[in-house]
DNA sequence: CAAATAAACTTAGATTGCTAAGCGTTTTTT
DNA sequence: AAAAAACGCTTAGCAATCTAAGTTTATTTG
């Protein structure tokens, strides 16, 4: 049986790769939250025929029906190419319908078809249940400022990547 | 020129696909700072030649160099195909070397090599300059209390998953 | 109005991660 | 000790993203 699964041999002989300040450290929490949670809301919505690429797009069209695939992206925060792809499985699978626009024929609307929108309510309580179950302990002020913490690093890091540009052009 | 980027056409018709209390939200708000995170972080090891995919096993073999691809898999959090292919990549371009263990020849060891050990004083710094960037304006409580409550996100959904598994068995 | 530029979408190709299934090696059963 | 079970790694194939490079349609310019 042996029963050793990790047989931790020398265990930190400290190589200096210390995660300093809780520093270095908030990337692989930010990794690992984002993981469990993508597991665990696709784990429940796989079952209907939707993928975590999908689950975003869905939601912004619930919200505003008929969206261009540019404007979609920007709501949605993903490049186009990424939209496409998750587009072609959703038209694929009958949740939209793309519609060349007659005013300007470069623009494409996607509309939801009746099976799209009616996902609405059969997934959305799935994602409360995920929610719930992600902040099981959390008071609501603790989960308001880590969700705070977190948009001001969003926010700090997106900015700082101009930097990249400065001095550039 | 036209300057409209977003049409905002109609906005919000409240399709009843509220966010709810704060909480479908943190899905949202965790990919985005994940991704913004990763986004950073590898645009500047990438430069070294390291993807973040390799990152996390760079930093478990600087902490504890030799361990078999199922430690490293169980460090790293990763599924152990995903850790082949990383190795992969880290054995072609010579930051690691793959040992057969010659007590178990199941096992296969994970040696740094110099160049792979010499990489942890380059890429630390920059690992470093990430979180600072990230967390700038954020109090050390604040920050501290905000990993604290991702990490209770986290508890909570890998023990939910367990549910599925409830009188299966 | 024709040519150049811009806008919106698509295609191509790379990376990272996962699940499922396969292949040797070792340990446990009988 | 042969058969069965468990281990540890690998392969195969899919999903989600991204960047770079088209294609088609509109708008601006000369």
Redesign the pocket.
């Known amino acids: 049986?042996?029963a050793e699964?990790d047989e931790k041999t020398t265990m930190s002989a400290d190589g200096g790769a210390q995660p300093p300040p809780g520093q270095t450290w908030l990337g692989q929490v930010l990794?690992d939250a984002h993981?469990a949670f993508s597991?665990a809301l696709?784990s429940r919505i796989a079952a209907h025929g939707v993928?975590?690429?999908?689950?975003?797009f869905l939601r912004a069209l619930w919200e505003e029906d008929g969206l261009?695939?540019?404007?979609l992206?920007q709501r949605v925060?993903?490049?186009?190419?990424?939209?496409?792809?998750?587009?072609?499985?959703m038209e694929r699978s009958g949740l939209v319908v793309?519609v060349r626009?007659p005013?300007?024929?470069?623009?494409?609307?996607i509309f939801l078809t009746e099976k799209g929108r009616s996902l609405q309510s059969v997934l959305i309580p799935h994602a409360h249940e995920v929610a719930q179950q992600a902040t099981d302990g959390l008071s609501a002020p603790e989960l308001q400022a880590a969700i705070e913490a977190l948009t001001r690093v969003i926010a700090n890091l997106d900015r700082s990547g101009d930097d990249f540009l400065d001095g550039f052009d």
């Open positions: 049986m042996v699964k990794r993981r597991r696709q993928t975590m690429g999908q689950w975003s261009t695939q540019r404007q992206s925060g993903m490049m186009e190419p990424t939209t496409v792809t998750a587009l072609n499985g793309r626009n005013a300007d024929r470069r623009k494409v609307n």
